[in-house]
């Protein structure tokens, strides 16, 4: 069975990217683009890992990560940040937040396959 | 008597006296002065007030005016009885500021001037000159008295002659007396024993006759009592006038008498003895008083009628055979005459070498007051003063002819001196005293005096001519010198003090309100009025600048003290300040205490002169003060100017900090453009290299293919707007953009921004509403950008109004040399929190509609609209959103350059 990666991220194009990326190493993709509506998804589509960006309309990516944190049922949900702002602070305080991995853009897409294989492979 | 024995008699008495002035002396250098330091000393040496005059003159004075002579006791009487308090304050302000005569008291008192001190001089050495002549003249007359009696021996020389010897015999007698030293403290020990011995003589003498009167030629005090009732002296009527006018001559006198103010004041060992000598002098006074009138009486009726009533005193005893008795009454003639020209010419020769021979001196050698022994000089000064004041005293005596009656020139005397009275209780009651009020009235005093009794008593044609006396000067009636203003009728001597008291004292009064004092005069004046108040500063000005070696004090203070008190005085000095040796810091206390010490010997000015000289300047006069003024007055400009530099840093440190703060703020809005940008040039980067990475490794179809690319290169066109925008905000917020000002129609203008925001949604229609007729409207711009903000207005509007049927109204109006066009839709419009950042860099609301830019747009904007000389601004309240844009009709170079 494909594991289910939620991707929560606005940018269309990016989102289009990545679906296409997972999809062909497949994986089931969900898309949202909105923080908000991504956690809501989390609890309704139960997936195995989830790809969350940091900057999101609705709801920031970190916000959107500590809830999850905080969701028993989804403290140890593999998460992975992906941050174009690049910068040692986000990722500390992502870290600090509980955050599986971290993926700055522009990525390598073998980068990217590499780490959410590593991440599914784990849980 | 025979002369020889006569002249024998006087000189083993003065020899007598010398014993006991050198036997106190000597005590009181041993420091065993206890008994010289006594109350009956101090009151005793205060019967100075009674000479010759009052010795032999009471008598006469009686004979011819009764009871009038009681005038000249009653006033003493009344000041030590009544005004012992201002003797007390005379007293202490002469110890705190150790006074050495009443012209050194005026002068201190009135900012040290030497000029007062040379007027209260001259005054007292003119008033003083009849009253020594006096002094010859009574014991002249005592000599010829008894030398008429002589048969045999040495004959007695003509009056002339006596009164030549008599004046050399005195003054080598002063001189071996009041000179032998120069005593720190011009206190003179020995002297005032003397007179108290001479004191208790003529006390003796007078009381002895006056026994022998009253119990030897009469029946005692009753018949005296009805002998003095049937002589004429009884029918003298009183006069108020003149009894009141004498009482207060006599009370001046006592106070300013140069003589007296020696001995009370200069001479005076403890303020307590004034307590004892309040009543104890007065009691002298009377016991002086009692027995003049029984023996004017007696004299009257006993000896021929051409007998001179002055001389009653020896010739009584004389006619009756009783010589010893005619002698003591001699010797007590004697010694009221000798007491009272040694103290009176001491006192004399102490103001005229410190206000005269001193500062006149040290003008002619100013370096004497560094080098050279200056006490010989000051010695030597006092001896020649003692031969002058003395020579002067004979040299009236034989202009006066010596006719006149005793009383009469001493009254004159009493007159000159009192001019002195208004200054000096003015200076010690009444700070508004100043120095030039003190010099006009003792200056109009002293004239006044001069004209109207000095001068005319040498007679009429002596000095002033029989024609002024009658006519006046110049014939000007009213200055007749003995019918001033036309006040004919007067008794001379009323008259004289009358006038020349009242116009001194409002010369005085008037002068002193009229000037201002200086500096040293305000706090001299506060010394002396404020006498009694410890807490007032006293004693001599304060040296702050300038400085002197120690040792050249030493040097100079060893001069005038002499060499072992000049020691001891350093030595403790020192020791006050914690120093061994001789040399002590030359601190302003010191100095101060210094210039007090040497004020003793030599005069408050003198002193202040000599220490002003080791000081490097002649005096200290009012531009010194206002020099130190200045200075102050510079040193307080400093400071005040390093207030205004500290104020200046601080303001400076603020401005730093101010600047320091913006551009921390300005590095984190760096940061965070910075890492904005990333973000901006990140994004569209990600999709490129994800999908230019997935067309190179994958098998697409070519639907995917197409559309990839298409994706790609939409992301490059993102990526390159993004780039030319940001170079855009670069140079408009440099001010190096090029403006291309044109003539531009509005309408047209709003037609081409209309006609390039269309593509953005093309799918959405919107309702363009717009006010055609105002719109018709050239600018002057560079049109170009203003279209770039409209396209920009309008894209926005496009992209985020989100009303089902989007209506946007464009409304375009003019309002003084200024155009403003409104963009208003009919969407949400822009949350208020939000309204304040929508022209910052990067402050995309939303990152839903991401096709038009990075959040740049209204930054550029606001900056092509300062450009434009113009402003952007969101016009809240619209219910859409709606943004307004100003700018001028007639864009200027100038203004634009103003604008960037």
Redesign the interface.
């Known amino acids: 069975m494909a594991e289910r990666v939620l991707l929560i991220e606005?940018?269309p194009?990016?989102a289009?990217?990545?679906r296409?990326?997972l999809g062909?190493n497949g994986c089931e993709v969900f898309v949202q683009t909105d923080g908000r509506d991504g956690l809501a998804a989390v609890a309704r589509l139960q997936p195995d890992l989830v790809i969350l960006d940091l900057?999101?309309?609705g709801m920031g990516g970190m916000e959107v990560l500590q809830n999850l944190r905080m969701d028993p049922a989804t403290r140890n949900l593999p998460v992975m940040m992906l941050t174009?702002?690049?910068?040692g602070r986000d990722r500390e305080a992502a870290t600090r937040a509980g955050v599986s991995a971290f993926m700055?853009?522009?990525?390598?897409?073998a980068d990217m396959v590499s780490a959410v294989r590593a991440l599914l492979g784990a849980s | 008597m025979p002369f020889n024995i006569l002249v024998l008699s006087c000189l083993t008495y003065v020899a007598f006296l010398f014993l006991v002035a050198f036997v106190a002396e000597r005590r009181s250098g041993r420091g065993t002065l206890d008994f010289l330091r006594s109350p009956l000393i101090y009151t005793l040496s205060l019967s100075i007030y009674c000479t010759a005059w009052t010795f032999y003159g009471a008598v006469g004075y009686a004979a011819r005016s009764g009871l009038e002579f009681v005038t000249i006791y009653l006033g003493p009487t009344l000041v030590f009885v009544g005004w012992w308090w201002v003797l007390r304050k005379l007293v202490r302000i002469g110890r705190q500021q150790r006074v050495t005569s009443i012209a050194d008291l005026i002068s201190a008192r009135f900012g040290k001037s030497n000029t007062l001190g040379v007027i209260v001089t001259i005054i007292a050495v003119v008033s003083a000159t009849p009253y020594i002549a006096l002094q010859l003249q009574s014991v002249t007359l005592s000599f010829g008295v008894f030398a008429s009696d002589s048969p045999d021996g040495w004959s007695l020389p003509d009056h002339a002659s006596t009164g030549a010897w008599v004046a050399a015999g005195l003054a080598l007698f002063t001189i071996l007396f009041g000179t032998r030293n120069l005593d720190a403290n011009e206190q003179h020990h020995g002297i005032v024993m003397a007179i108290a011995v001479e004191a208790v003589v003529k006390f003796a003498a007078l009381v002895a006759v006056g026994v022998f009167v009253v119990w030897g030629l009469s029946d005692g005090p009753a018949d005296i009592s009805a002998k003095i009732a049937a002589s004429p002296i009884a029918d003298w009527d009183l006069q108020p006038g003149r009894w009141t006018g004498l009482i207060f001559l006599s009370a001046a006198a006592v106070i300013c008498l140069p003589r007296m103010f020696q001995v009370m004041v200069v001479e005076n060992a403890d303020e307590q003895h004034l307590a004892r000598a309040s009543w104890a002098f007065p009691a002298y006074l009377f016991g002086m008083s009692l027995f003049i009138l029984p023996i004017a009486v007696v004299g009257l009726e006993r000896l021929p009628a051409g007998a001179n009533p002055d001389m009653f005193l020896l010739t009584l005893p004389l006619s009756e055979g009783q010589g010893a008795l005619a002698m003591l009454a001699f010797l007590g003639g004697f010694s009221s005459a000798t007491s009272m020209v040694i103290v009176e010419s001491i006192a004399l020769a102490t103001m005229l070498s410190n206000h005269v021979v001193m500062p006149v001196w040290l003008w002619l050698r100013p370096a004497s007051a560094q080098r050279g022994d200056l006490r010989w000089i000051v010695l030597l000064a006092r001896r020649l003063c003692i031969a002058a004041v003395l020579a002067l005293g004979y040299a009236y005596y034989r202009m006066s002819g010596g006719s006149a009656a005793l009383a009469a020139i001493g009254l004159i005397a009493f007159a000159g001196v009192a001019q002195v009275l208004p200054a000096l209780l003015g200076g010690i009651f009444w700070r508004g005293a100043t120095r030039t009020g003190a010099a006009a009235g003792l200056g109009v005093g002293f004239a006044i005096w001069a004209y109207t009794l000095f001068l005319p008593s040498f007679g009429p044609g002596a000095v002033i001519s029989a024609e002024v006396f009658a006519q006046g000067p110049l014939g000007l009636g009213w200055l007749r010198p003995q019918a001033l203003f036309g006040t004919t009728g007067m008794d001379p001597l009323i008259h004289a003090v009358f006038w020349s008291l009242v116009l001194n004292t409002a010369a005085f009064l008037i002068g002193s309100l009229l000037t201002f004092p200086d500096p040293v005069e305000r706090m001299q004046g506060a010394a002396f009025v404020n006498a009694f108040d410890d807490e007032v500063q006293t004693g001599p000005l304060g040296w702050t600048r300038g400085q002197a070696e120690p040792e050249a004090l030493l040097i100079m203070a060893q001069r005038i003290l002499g060499d072992d008190a000049a020691l001891s005085f350093f030595e403790a000095e020192a020791a006050a300040q914690g120093k061994q040796g001789y040399l002590p810091d030359p601190t302003p206390d010191f100095v101060a205490a210094l210039e007090r010490r040497l004020a003793g010997s030599v005069g408050a000015a003198t002193a202040h002169a000599m220490i002003s000289q080791l000081f490097g300047r002649a005096t200290v006069t009012v531009e010194d003060l206002l020099a130190v003024a200045n200075e102050t007055a510079q040193i307080m400009e400093y400071s005040a100017r390093l207030e205004l530099q500290q104020d200046e840093l601080s303001r400076s440190a603020r401005q730093l900090r101010e600047v320091n703060e913006k551009l921390t703020q300005l590095s984190v809005q760096k940061d965070s453009f910075l890492?904005q940008i990333?973000?901006e040039l990140?994004?569209p980067?990600?999709?490129?290299?994800?999908?230019s990475?997935?067309m190179t490794?994958?098998d697409l179809q070519p639907a995917e293919v197409a559309a990839y690319g298409r994706?790609i290169h939409?992301?490059a066109i993102r990526l390159t707007r993004l780039l030319d925008d940001l170079l855009d905000l670069t140079v408009l917020e440099n001010g190096s953009v090029q403006l291309n000002l044109e003539m531009a129609n509005l309408g047209q203008m709003i037609d081409r921004a209309l006609a390039a925001s269309c593509h953005i949604r093309p799918e959405r229609s919107f309702d363009i509403q717009r006010t055609a007729g105002s719109e018709e409207v050239f600018l002057k711009t560079d049109a170009d950008r203003l279209v770039q903000v409209f396209i920009n207005l309008l894209s926005n509007a496009r992209k985020y109004c989100d009303a089902r049927d989007p209506v946007l109204r464009i409304v375009a109006r003019q309002k003084g040399g200024r155009v403003m066009v409104d963009f208003i839709d009919n969407g949400a419009g822009i949350p208020k929190e939000s309204q304040a950042v929508i022209f910052e860099k990067f402050a995309r609301l939303?990152?839903?509609a991401?096709a038009g830019g990075a959040g740049l747009g209204l930054a550029i904007c606001r900056e092509v609209m300062a450009n434009l000389g113009g402003t952007i601004t969101y016009l809240p309240g619209q219910r859409g959103a709606a943004f307004r844009v100003t700018l001028p009709l007639r864009l200027e170079k100038r203004e634009a350059a103003g604008a960037a």
């Open positions: 606005d940018e194009n990016i289009e990217a990545i296409f990326i062909r900057m999101l309309p174009a702002k690049g910068q700055t853009k522009p990525f390598a897409n | 890492s990333s973000h990140r994004t980067m990600t999709s490129i290299r994800a999908f990475e997935i490794e994958a994706i939409e992301e939303s990152d839903e991401r």
